[in-house]
């Protein structure tokens, strides 16, 4: 049986390759090069648009439970990402290009998996398994096709990219490398304000020239990823307690802490390049060059992409699809990745695999067991499969997802670490029994 795969991001591909590896031939579908999308650059596999940030590696929080979960299942993607893992303090981050790489030579690499550049635009539920991982950027044809089938209407968020900049012309006398608090090693390049240049460069920020909006455009920006201009609106200390957050990053040339900090991360395996964490705008380019340059050891830099918008589409999940990822009234459809309504790049990854093993357990004639609801995989799932449909927003992976702790216990454990740890102990342990008897 031959099982079809929407979308070469990085949902699609892990899909693929879960499947292939259980014996099934997959034909992968990406539109890219035969037609462009408004944020990517190339018609590579798993191209990261936005940051290069696959977020913690710490021990018992929620992003590396997943992780850990992930690695159990054999996720191909995630071995792509550790083996193309740049330093990033405490945090998984990858060289973008070299990801991709990998990712394109596991898809190549993979005799059951064949590749068709071309766009998909028609759905038809009776004509064997479809994954569906088109992406944000879902073109407007399969997006109406997804709609005819859904029968109700897209919501759609703006997500918003961050600009980079060339090592070389950043003022390594202004800066430092530190991490927050000192966890993992000192990778971040930190870019210390006084109070004087920080009201200068909020001023600057407030008053900058936007882009125009399209008069089709309705901006409804996700909220975990607010472009830097709309969170400085809310007040002049917003951003200090935001992306510029100085907390745990104390200059070691003066042993300070500084008013406001613009944190660096390295962008690739040769650190030539960084992109400003949490600088994700909608400002035009002239503007940016402008006041991006107020930032402290940033005035001669040489940007090699600027901050932009785009637009993100998903469907309402809680009316639409079931806790294997499936279509409630269209089971042989899946929905994986941001269209299903996660948010994120690991939780991409996570539902194009869950997807992939529900998929192939369908196609061998067995009924797809989900994840345990104990699961960082059962929870995000449990979220968009179960959430309020009228106020429903696209969700990372957090502890507020996971089954909490037992009222007694949380009055007994006062330490949240502590608590974290024993729901990341439990999680795991239901995800390893779930594992082994699970017929996927």
């Not at 099934?24 to 579908?29: A, K, N, Q, R, W």
């Not at 929080?61 to 850990?68: I, N």
């Not at 002049?236 to 944190?263: C, E, H, N, S, Y």
């Not at 006041?291 to 940033?298: D, K």
Request: glycine share 6%.
């Amino acid at each position: 049986m031959k099982i079809r795969v929407i979308g070469g991001g990085l949902a699609g591909p892990e899909a693929a390759l879960t499947l292939a590896r259980r014996g099934l031939e997959v034909e992968l579908y990406e539109m890219r090069p035969v037609r462009k999308t408004p944020a990517h650059e190339t018609d590579n596999f798993g191209e990261l648009v936005c940051s290069n940030s696959l977020k913690s590696e710490s021990e018992n929080t929620a992003p590396w439970l997943l992780k850990q979960e992930m690695r159990r299942a054999g996720s191909s993607l995630l071995q792509c990402a550790d083996a193309s893992a740049v330093p990033a303090g405490h945090a998984l981050a990858v060289d973008r290009v070299e990801f991709s790489r990998l990712i394109q030579q596991a898809i190549e690499s993979e005799p059951r998996v064949r590749v068709h550049r071309e766009e998909v635009t028609q759905l038809d539920p009776d004509d064997g398994i479809t994954i569906l991982a088109s992406g944000p950027l879902t073109s407007d044809g399969l997006s109406a096709e997804i709609a005819r089938l859904t029968g109700s209407e897209h919501l759609a968020f703006y997500d918003s990219i961050s600009p980079i900049v060339e090592a070389d012309s950043i003022d390594k006398d202004r800066v430092y490398f530190a991490a927050r608090y000192d966890k993992g090693t000192a990778d971040y390049i930190n870019c210390p304000f006084t109070k004087e240049e920080y009201d200068r460069f909020y001023d600057a920020l407030v008053s900058a020239e936007q882009v125009k909006e399209k008069d089709w455009e309705k901006l409804d920006y996700f909220e975990g990823c607010l472009p830097i201009e709309e969170l400085a609106r809310r007040g002049r200390d917003t951003l200090r307690f935001g992306p510029m957050k100085p907390v745990g990053l104390r200059d070691p040339r003066t042993g300070k802490i500084p008013w406001a900090v613009v944190q660096l991360r390295c962008e690739n395996l040769r650190a030539d390049s960084y992109n400003l964490v949490g600088f994700q705008n909608h400002l035009k380019y002239g503007e940016q060059a402008r006041i991006l340059r107020l930032i402290p050891g940033l005035e001669n830099a040489k940007f090699l992409r600027y901050g932009q918008i785009h637009r993100n589409t998903y469907i309402n999940a809680p009316h639409v699809l079931t806790p294997t990822l499936q279509m409630r009234n269209y089971p042989s459809i899946f929905f994986a990745g941001q269209i299903s309504g996660v948010e994120g790049y690991t939780e991409s990854i996570a539902t194009g695999m869950l997807a992939g093993l529900y998929a192939s357990s369908l196609a061998h004639g067995a009924h797809p067991e989900p994840a345990p609801r104990q699961t960082a995989l059962g929870s995000l799932v449990h979220y968009i499969a179960h959430a309020e449909g009228k106020r429903f927003d696209p969700a990372n992976i957090t502890f507020d997802l996971l089954v909490p702790l037992e009222e007694e216990t949380r009055r007994k454990i006062r330490d949240k670490r502590e608590r974290h740890r024993i729901q990341c102990e439990r999680a795991l342990a239901a995800f390893d029994e779930w594992w082994a008897q699970a017929d996927l």
